[in-house]
């Protein structure tokens, strides 16, 4: 009942800037994320956690993937290198969504 609806494009970043402390030694090819809680925080040890926006991703797929979320039609972006030129964005095409109204997922802290 909600296909006459103006389609939604949900808009999320699937990568992560991998950073370590001066101090740390971490090969971020082969070495796990150490993540620990911290107060109401999940951080990482001597690296980016890396969840900045796994969030708004799992949100987006989330929503595509419940049959009980009633939406109009849906389109989720997923890009990535927004922190060092946006690659991900402007390497998209024109013609590759339909919807007028993007939602993008990413919160930044002020």
């Known amino acids: ?21 001066n101090d740390t030694v971490h090969d971020f090819t082969k070495d796990p994320i150490q993540p620990y809680i911290d107060g109401e925080w999940v951080k990482a040890r001597g690296t980016t956690l890396g969840a900045d926006n796994g969030i708004g991703m799992a949100s987006a797929l989330a929503v595509l993937a419940d049959e009980n979320v009633v939406h109009g039609p849906l389109e989720v972006l997923l890009t990535m290198t927004e922190e ?12 590759w969504l ?7 997922t990413l919160r930044r802290r002020r």
């Open 1 to 21: 009942g909600m296909e006459n609806r103006k389609p939604v494009v949900l808009q999320a970043h699937l990568d992560m800037v991998p950073q370590k402390n």
């Open 84 to 95: 060092a030129g946006m690659d991900g964005a402007f390497g998209l095409q024109s013609n």
């Open 98 to 104: 339909q919807a007028d109204i993007l939602i993008n």
